[in-house]
T-cell receptor, first 111, second 114 residues
Framework: KNEVEQSPQNLTAQEGEFITINCSYS?????LHWLQQHPGGGIVSLFM???GKKKHGRLIATINIQEKHSSLHITASHPRDSAVYIC?????????????FGKGTKLSVKP | KAGVTQTPRYLIKTRGQQVTLSCSPI?????VSWYQQTPGQGLQFLFE???????NKGNFPGRFSGRQFSNSRSEMNVSTLELGDSALYLC?????????????FGPGTRLTVT
């Protein structure tokens, strides 16, 4: 079993829909990252969380440490949100770059 | 500030050859991490450097090595290339090792081994 599981693997939405991507992990963590990867490979860090909730524009990320679960929400989705979203965790005692990654969720937003 | 740069962006090598990839971090950043991304395994941690010292290494064979220079630029080397080494190699930099620091990713080097 992977230490970081994401769901769904693939997601197709209509423009304007509210989207949720889930991430569950099995290890104790010191931080959780949400990353966005567009075709071509470049990765952008969206959020880094260790507790609670963060919001940036139309994106919201939450984490429940007790339940070992995080969600990424996109409100009023747009075709430019189409990308692969990757959850990554840094385990307790792990160095900053030593991340464990989920397999990613491929999001396609149709106009 | 300029972002993280990686060179070359694309590379084709033959089995058995060796390859060196380069990563220049954001100015002022002293920590560099390397990752491998393949369709089968996804993203996996390779190594992390801070102030020219390797802080951590992922579960990869000894054919994979790296180093960091005094200007924080980093290189990774893969010797005796195998077909399975075909991947996107990404590096990321951050100001230091503090847990609160974010990581900034480069565009990646796409390596094809034939």
């Amino acid at each position: 079993k992977n230490e970081v599981e994401q769901s769904p693997q693939n997601l197709t939405a209509q423009e304007g829909e509210f989207i949720t991507i889930n991430c569950s992990y099995s290890v104790g963590i010191s931080a959780l990252h949400w990353l966005q990867q567009h075709p071509g490979g470049g990765i952008v860090s969206l959020f880094m969380l260790s507790s609670g909730k963060k919001k940036h524009g139309r994106l919201i990320a939450t984490i429940n440490i007790q339940e070992k679960h995080s969600s990424l929400h996109i409100t009023a989705s747009h075709p430019r949100d189409s990308a692969v979203y990757i959850c990554a965790v840094r385990s307790h005692g792990g160095s900053q770059g030593n991340l464990i990654f989920g397999k990613g969720t491929k999001l396609s937003v149709k106009p | 500030k300029a972002g993280v740069t990686q060179t070359p962006r694309y590379l084709i090598k033959t089995r058995g050859q060796q390859v060196t990839l380069s990563c220049s971090p954001i100015s002022g950043h002293r920590s560099v991490s390397w990752y491998q991304q393949t369709p089968g395994q996804g993203l996996q941690f390779l190594f992390e450097y801070f102030s020219e010292t390797q802080r951590n290494k992922g579960n990869f064979p000894g054919r994979f090595s790296g180093r960091q220079f005094s200007n924080s630029r980093s290189e990774m080397n893969v010797s005796t290339l195998e077909l399975g080494d075909s991947a996107l190699y990404l590096c990321a930099s951050s100001p230091g090792t503090r847990a609160s620091y974010e990581q900034y990713f480069g565009p990646g080097t796409r390596l094809t081994v034939t």
